[in-house]
């Protein structure tokens, strides 16, 4: 929905404090059933929403709202109205700053969808934040108060890590959270890695990885006040000694923490012994495939397939959940590597895998190479919608026989037989992680049409 110039909201000059709502878009159920995809109440305190509002300036009257869980009030008393979104939520997020737009209020809009689709988000906002927020939205919300707000706001320098507020948890609703909730935090920002299918370093900036300085991130976790901490980052070692200088800060918390790192990192017994010493409870790691060949073609050749055995073996001696993520339908893949997958996750009673059907995502290699090979399907739906899809041409197999693998997969790792054989019966806090993420990944797998596997988180 497009509207004129002319049209925008006027100045907020006059309000001694402008109201901003924030709002983290849901997904569509389907193509078919465009209704939000809501769950009853979420298994981590994330990080986005209190983030954001921590970004407005001390003079704005915050509130946020989590779309996966409440709708919006459309006649909520609010100046300006921020959403962000990803691909998955966009069409949704459109939805909703469309009908808040219809009202006459100021929509800004933002997130990781924008770093490709900045000017499609323009078509349905006054304003357009693209890259990282830190100094952008702030200014974003002055321009609009003192009415000279400009279409998109870019950011083409590094955002510093240093020196970051903290979030406002104050504004979350506790009830829209399990009991056991850990909080969110942010650690580190981009990856250090180039992997042929992630977008991550794009998404980011492509500025590389930074890390906070150990001692922000201590403090953070003191005001947060959980015992548990989930560490926002697709790397959480990108420096290694000034991890393990993290990892020495948080022993005195006593908290118990979760993160996902590379696989390689787990054969380092000093570092391990560090990180289980500092609270580790659960690893979640990209092996992606258990064929070597699959990795190099990933530019993931650092992944040694033949030192799975060694890094499962120093995890089940130190008592740390873990968790494996593949990528399926390389073009190395033919139909074989589906049951040799499971044989493997069996044969070693792997705590809990995610199983995921390879995208070419814009930014990536492989989005360059498929695309000039005409292998991609559909490219304006891709990662619109939530489920397992296939947006390529595999070279081995049909899309929708991927489609099914990796759905069979999903059913038949997280079964009851299946999870009844791999876990033992809980009695430590790691062992009670593992069966956490196999009871909601069972979820995902029976409905894996309108689910992705961190659905619920």
Same mark, same amino acid.
């Given at each position: 929905m497009s509207r004129p110039a002319n049209s925008c909201s006027p100045a907020l000059a006059g309000d001694p404090m402008p109201k901003l709502l924030i709002i983290q878009a849901a997904a569509y159920r389907s193509r078919e059933d465009k209704r939000p995809l809501r769950i009853r109440k979420r298994r981590l305190v994330g990080a986005v929403l209190p983030y954001l509002a921590a970004l407005a300036p001390s003079d704005w009257e915050v509130s946020v709202l989590d779309d996966? #869980?409440?709708e919006p009030d459309y006649n909520v008393a609010a100046d300006v109205v921020a959403i962000t979104m990803r691909t998955v939520t966009s069409l949704r997020a459109y939805e909703v700053a469309d009908r808040f737009r219809a009202r006459g209020l100021i929509v800004l809009l933002g997130g990781p969808h924008a770093t490709f689709h900045s000017d499609e988000m323009a078509e349905h906002a006054d304003a357009v934040c693209v890259g990282e927020g830190e100094d952008i939205f702030p200014r974003m919300l002055e321009d609009a108060a003192a009415g000279r707000l400009e279409k998109f706001y870019r950011r083409d320098t590094v955002a510093s890590m240093k020196g970051i507020p903290t979030p %406002?948890?104050?504004?979350?609703?506790? =009830?829209?959270? *399990? /009991?056991y909730k850990p909080f969110? #935090?942010?650690q580190s920002?981009?990856?250090?890695?180039s992997c042929d299918f992630c977008a991550e370093r794009r998404l980011n900036g492509d500025f590389g990885y930074r890390d906070r300085p150990a001692e922000e991130v201590v403090e953070e976790i003191k005001r947060c006040g959980g015992?548990?901490? /989930?560490?926002?980052?697709?790397?959480f070692v990108g420096h290694k000694p000034r991890t393990m200088e993290l990892l020495e800060a948080l022993i005195p918390l006593r908290i118990r923490w979760s993160a996902l790192f590379s696989p390689r990192f787990v @054969?380092?017994? =000093? /570092? @391990?012994? @560090?990180?289980k010493r500092s609270g580790l409870l659960h690893i979640n790691m990209g092996i992606e495939s258990i064929s070597q060949d699959t990795l190099q073609s990933m530019h993931k050749g650092f992944n040694k397939s033949n030192s799975y055995d060694d890094m499962i073996r120093n995890l089940n001696e130190r008592n740390i959940s873990y968790s494996f993520n593949f990528v399926l339908g390389s073009d190395g893949d033919d139909d074989s590597v589906f049951a040799a997958t499971l044989e493997f996750l069996q044969r070693h009673n792997v705590p809990a895998a995610y199983?995921? *059907?390879? *995208?070419? @995502?814009?930014?990536t290699p492989l989005y360059d190479r498929m695309k000039q090979e005409g292998r991609i399907i559909d490219e304006a739906n891709m990662e619109r919608w939530a489920g397992v899809k296939c947006h390529f041409l595999p070279t081995r197999m049909t899309g929708d026989e991927l489609v099914t693998q990796v759905k069979?997969?999903? %059913?038949? /790792?997280?079964s009851l037989p299946s999870i009844l054989r791999r876990l033992r019966l809980p009695r430590t806090q790691a062992d009670l992680a593992s069966w956490s993420i196999n009871l909601s990944q069972r979820r995902v797998a029976l409905n894996s049409d309108t689910m992705n596997e961190f659905s619920e988180y």
């Amino acid at each position: 929905m497009s509207r004129p110039a002319n049209s925008c909201s006027p100045a907020l000059a006059g309000d001694p404090m402008p109201k901003l709502l924030i709002i983290q878009a849901a997904a569509y159920r389907s193509r078919e059933d465009k209704r939000p995809l809501r769950i009853r109440k979420r298994r981590l305190v994330g990080a986005v929403l209190p983030y954001l509002a921590a970004l407005a300036p001390s003079d704005w009257e915050v509130s946020v709202l989590d779309d996966e #869980i409440d709708e919006p009030d459309y006649n909520v008393a609010a100046d300006v109205v921020a959403i962000t979104m990803r691909t998955v939520t966009s069409l949704r997020a459109y939805e909703v700053a469309d009908r808040f737009r219809a009202r006459g209020l100021i929509v800004l809009l933002g997130g990781p969808h924008a770093t490709f689709h900045s000017d499609e988000m323009a078509e349905h906002a006054d304003a357009v934040c693209v890259g990282e927020g830190e100094d952008i939205f702030p200014r974003m919300l002055e321009d609009a108060a003192a009415g000279r707000l400009e279409k998109f706001y870019r950011r083409d320098t590094v955002a510093s890590m240093k020196g970051i507020p903290t979030p %406002r948890w104050d504004l979350l609703n506790p =009830k829209h959270y *399990v /009991f056991y909730k850990p909080f969110v #935090i942010q650690q580190s920002r981009g990856c250090p890695y180039s992997c042929d299918f992630c977008a991550e370093r794009r998404l980011n900036g492509d500025f590389g990885y930074r890390d906070r300085p150990a001692e922000e991130v201590v403090e953070e976790i003191k005001r947060c006040g959980g015992r548990h901490v /989930f560490f926002a980052a697709s790397q959480f070692v990108g420096h290694k000694p000034r991890t393990m200088e993290l990892l020495e800060a948080l022993i005195p918390l006593r908290i118990r923490w979760s993160a996902l790192f590379s696989p390689r990192f787990v @054969l380092d017994a =000093k /570092f @391990l012994d @560090l990180a289980k010493r500092s609270g580790l409870l659960h690893i979640n790691m990209g092996i992606e495939s258990i064929s070597q060949d699959t990795l190099q073609s990933m530019h993931k050749g650092f992944n040694k397939s033949n030192s799975y055995d060694d890094m499962i073996r120093n995890l089940n001696e130190r008592n740390i959940s873990y968790s494996f993520n593949f990528v399926l339908g390389s073009d190395g893949d033919d139909d074989s590597v589906f049951a040799a997958t499971l044989e493997f996750l069996q044969r070693h009673n792997v705590p809990a895998a995610y199983f995921n *059907v390879m *995208v070419p @995502l814009r930014g990536t290699p492989l989005y360059d190479r498929m695309k000039q090979e005409g292998r991609i399907i559909d490219e304006a739906n891709m990662e619109r919608w939530a489920g397992v899809k296939c947006h390529f041409l595999p070279t081995r197999m049909t899309g929708d026989e991927l489609v099914t693998q990796v759905k069979m997969m999903q %059913r038949s /790792f997280y079964s009851l037989p299946s999870i009844l054989r791999r876990l033992r019966l809980p009695r430590t806090q790691a062992d009670l992680a593992s069966w956490s993420i196999n009871l909601s990944q069972r979820r995902v797998a029976l409905n894996s049409d309108t689910m992705n596997e961190f659905s619920e988180y």
